[in-house]
């Protein structure tokens, strides 16, 4: 499978559906629930050529709703959460991370995949860094961005690596993550001398159940 994009579209603000239209040469699907989102994500990704731009067009579209995503929200009092919604046939994972008050996923890279995160709840704060130089080099900060209420970001592992984080002392967050290709373990750095660590990624539920009450779903 591979991804297709043209780069003038790619982390504009201004993001143009009328070229994204005309480039795919038929209408864009029309997205009213998260049920629609798995949809049209399933049909994109029968194609072995996928267009990522297509792909944000979805998940944009989508207007958080919590009375369809709320089963999958699963919250831990000691750490951010990963929970699997749709495993797309292998090709992607789509799930809901839950944030408590202050907690945060540490600086890491996607293990050469896309990544699309999209807030359903509350806000995070998204802090890029460019790749070490070395593993004696302090990670150079490239941008910091505040995520509210229905915002889309993308990052591939060219864009760099990033730190995200609920910042807030007193409210959760909730955002729903794509990943394609899906995988199990990427690579965390230290902020101070770029030392990279593999780190596995694991799921805290699956299709709305704990993984301890589900372990046929275990990925």
Not at 10 to 34: A, D, F, M, R, W
Not at 109 to 119: G, P, Q, R, V
Not at 145 to 150: E, F, I, V
Request: proline share 3%; with cysteine.
């Amino acid at each position: 499978m591979s991804l297709e994009k043209y780069s003038n579209l790619v982390n504009e603000e201004n993001y143009c559906e009328i070229k994204l239209t005309k480039y795919l040469g038929h209408s864009l699907p029309e997205i009213q629930s998260l049920n629609d989102v798995i949809r049209e994500l399933n049909k994109i990704f029968e194609s072995d050529n996928v267009n990522i731009e297509l792909v944000r067009y979805v998940l944009t579209s989508y207007k958080s709703n919590p009375i369809e995503w709320k089963k999958y929200a699963k919250f831990d009092r000691l750490r951010y959460t990963r929970n699997l919604v749709d495993n797309g046939n292998g090709k992607y994972n789509l799930m809901l991370l839950c944030w408590g008050e202050g907690q945060a996923a540490g600086i890491h890279d996607h293990a050469n995949s896309h990544c699309f995160m999209k807030i359903l709840q509350g806000s995070l704060e998204e802090v890029r860094y460019s790749w070490p130089k070395d593993e004696e080099s302090e990670l150079e900060e490239i941008s910091k961005t505040r995520m509210d209420l229905n915002d889309v970001i993308y990052i591939n592992d060219s864009l760099g690596l990033h730190r995200v984080q609920n910042v807030s002392s007193y409210d959760t967050c909730i955002s729903l993550h794509l990943y394609c290709p899906p995988y199990e373990k990427c690579s965390v750095f230290n902020q101070k001398t770029g030392k990279r660590i593999p780190c596995q990624v694991t799921f805290y539920s699956t299709f709305g159940k704990r993984i301890k009450e589900n372990k046929e779903n275990r990925q």
